[in-house]
Nanobody, 123 residues
Framework: QVQPVESGGGMVQAGDSLRLSCAAS????????MGWFRQAPGKEREFAAA????????YYADYAKVRFTISRDNAKNTVYLQMNSLKPEDTAVYYC????????????????WGQGTQVTVSS
């Protein structure tokens, strides 16, 4: 079993940047696509970005296309989400998950989820 562990969240001001990390505990992420989702209070968990097993193909939600960058380092068994020009509406818990099938925009395509890391952006 693989357990994603997120880190890197925090409280920042609008316009700042954060880099989230997702490391594997247990088995590796090797060979699997990985995704980032977020969930704001009172809202559904929504897709942010995904990356294929090699790191060569990435997918983004419309709101993330310009400001967010997903990447991975398979040697370190870690996935990253670089977030720039953060806005108050980016405030949410951010989750990392392993994809089990290739409908990456749907949370139902993921099997193992981390506990999440809180990102709070003040205006």
């Amino acid at each position: 079993q693989v357990q994603p562990v997120e880190s890197g969240g925090g409280m920042v001001q609008a316009g700042d940047s954060l880099r989230l990390s997702c490391a594997a505990s247990g088995r590796t992420f090797s060979g699997y696509a990985m995704g980032w989702f977020r969930q704001a209070p009172g809202k559904e968990r929504e897709f942010a970005a995904a990356i294929n097993w090699s790191g060569g193909i990435t997918y983004y939600a419309d709101y993330a296309k310009v400001r967010f960058t997903i990447s991975r380092d398979n040697a370190k068994n870690t996935v990253y989400l670089q977030m720039n020009s953060l806005k108050p509406e980016d405030t949410a818990v951010y989750y990392c998950a392993r994809a089990r099938r290739d409908s990456y925009y749907s949370k139902n395509s993921y099997d193992y989820w981390g506990q999440g890391t809180q990102v709070t952006v003040s205006s």
